[in-house]
C-alpha cells in the first residue's frame, strides 16, 4: 500500500464550546479525486480552513507524505504542497495572466538592482500553462484576467498551483458560479490535474459533478462525516438523500404529495 499524500485523523475544531468538526478521518491519494460532499452548514469551509493553514484542530492530527505536520499559517500549507483555489480563483482582474500567474514570484531579468518583471517570460510561461490544461483561447499573457471566462480564471489559479509545486490542490465549490458549459470545462481541467498525479480534493454539494469525476467520496453533515465511500458504491439518489438527511426528505415529499392531493 502507498503512503496517502495527506492522512487526517480524529480531526475536531471548536469555537467557544460549539463543535464545527467532529472526528474526521480522510485519506488523499496521488492522482486521485475525493469529492467532499455536504449542504450548507456540513463543515467543509471549517475542513478547507483547517487543510489551508488558518485555522488550527483543536483535536487530531494531520500527515503529509506519511509525516506529521502542524500548519501555523497559510504558507505552512502551501509549503507543504497544499493549495486552495476558492470559487473565484484568487484572480486580479485587472491585472495581466502572466503577472497574475507570478503575482509574490515574478521572474526577473537584469542584475543587481537593475532587474526588472520579466514580463515576456512570465507570459509565456502562464498561456503554456494554461493551454496545458485545455484552455487554448488564451494565448496572450498579456490579455487583462478581467477578460476571462469564469472557467478560464480557475483554470489560471490551477495551472499557477500545479506549476508551483502543489501536490494537493483543494478546489473549494469551483463549479457554484459558472454555466453549464464552464462547469463542465472545469471538470475536465480536475481530471488533468489528476493525470498529472495530482491528489485533488473536490468540495462541492452538486452530486452529479461529483460523481462524473470523484474516485473517492466523503459526506459531512453538521460536522461529523456521516458516510466515506469509493466510486460505484453508492447511487446518486443514495447520496442526495444521506446528504439531504433521508427522514427529513420523505417527510417534505409527503408534505408535497398531501398539499397536491388537497388543491
Do not use: W
Not at 463543515?43 to 478547507?48: E, H, N, Q, R
Not at 458560479?177 to 475536465?188: F, P, S, T, Y
Not at 480534493?201 to 474516485?215: E, Q
Not at 453538521?222 to 427529513?248: N, P, Y
Request: charged share 20%; proline share 3%; aromatic share 6%.
Amino acid at each position: 500500500m502507498t503512503t496517502p499524500l495527506l492522512r487526517l485523523t480524529g480531526i475536531g475544531k471548536s469555537f467557544l464550546g460549539t463543535n464545527a468538526l467532529q472526528d474526521i478521518s480522510l485519506e488523499v491519494d496521488a492522482g486521485k479525486v475525493l469529492c467532499l460532499l455536504g449542504d450548507n452548514g456540513a463543515g467543509k469551509s471549517t475542513l478547507i480552513k483547517i487543510l489551508s493553514g488558518f485555522h488550527k484542530p483543536t483535536t487530531g492530527t494531520i500527515e503529509v507524505g506519511g509525516e506529521k505536520a502542524v500548519f501555523d499559517s497559510p504558507r505552512d500549507a502551501s509549503t507543504r504542497g497544499i493549495a486552495t483555489v476558492h470559487q473565484f480563483g484568487g484572480t486580479f482582474p485587472l491585472m495581466g495572466v502572466g503577472r497574475c500567474f507570478f503575482v509574490g514570484s515574478e521572474p526577473t531579468k537584469g542584475f543587481g538592482p537593475f532587474k526588472l518583471f520579466d514580463k515576456k517570460l512570465a507570459g509565456e510561461i502562464a498561456v503554456r500553462e494554461m493551454q496545458s490544461l485545455g484552455i487554448t483561447r488564451v494565448t496572450d499573457g498579456n490579455r487583462l484576467v478581467g477578460s476571462l471566462s469564469g472557467g478560464e480564471r480557475q483554470a489560471l489559479a490551477i495551472a499557477r498551483a500545479v506549476y508551483f509545486g502543489a501536490n494537493v490542490l483543494i478546489l473549494d465549490e469551483p463549479t457554484a458560479a459558472l454555466g453549464v458549459k464552464e462547469a463542465a470545462h472545469v471538470l475536465r481541467i480536475v481530471m488533468q490535474a489528476r493525470a498529472k498525479g495530482v491528489a485533488v480534493i473536490l468540495v462541492t454539494h452538486n452530486v452529479r459533478h461529483a460523481m462524473m469525476v470523484g474516485d473517492h467520496f466523503a459526506v459531512l453533515i453538521r460536522g461529523q462525516k456521516a458516510d466515506d465511500f469509493r466510486k460505484g458504491e453508492r447511487t446518486r439518489e443514495e447520496i442526495t438523500d444521506l446528504m439531504a438527511g433521508g427522514e427529513a426528505m420523505a417527510h417534505l415529499e409527503a408534505e408535497l404529495a398531501q398539499l397536491q392531493a388537497d388543491a
